[in-house]
């Protein structure tokens, strides 16, 4: 990775023992980068890293035939055809997006049109075709991130409580840990009255037996 696009500015990650290593933490600490770690039963922290994974784990499915052991040399080769290969979120390849051209492959080795040359183009057209691009795909993420979110909020209710009110709380296995030691506890308990409310996401409970 750093080799083809330099240090990264911050890593997504789970908390595996080798990223929470102190070696692990200081060395990037020194170069400037910063660690973003995923919290336990919570992956929309990490939900891209998981589904490129999925991507790349069906790819080297269907390239490895009998010896498992082959899939470290594969790799390459899965990743130039994933960087190639057009994404529906930006609807170009992560190639067009980093350098503003996919790179050429065999089957690409024909003469091509005049139009299609670069050679021709000086250096002030090639930059506002590159800022061009990230525009482009920047609106059409921006564009499909709202339809999705559109999508996923179709069943939702905005619910706003007061000071006063009185409501159920989830307890979840990360926050409290005592009260779902088993998974036939209860997941629920209440009802507890709202002190304050934070913000429209955030209040805080009267609750004194957690």
Known sequence: MVRLHGLPRSIVSD???KFLSHFWNTLWRKLGTKLLFSTTCHP?????TEVVNRTLGQMLRCMIVQNI??????????????NKVVHSTTSHSPFEVVYGFNPLTPL???PLPTHEAWTCQDGEAKAKYIQDLHLQVKETIDRRVKKQQEDGNKRRKAVIFQEGDWVSLNLRKERFPTQRKSKLFPRGDGPFQVIRRINNNAYELLAPKL
């Open 108 to 110: 690409d080795l024909l």
């Open 15 to 17: 908390r595996d023992s």
């Open 44 to 48: 929309q922290s990490d939900g891209q």
């Open 69 to 82: 052991r082959e899939w470290e040399e594969l790799l390459p080769h899965i990743e130039f055809a994933y």
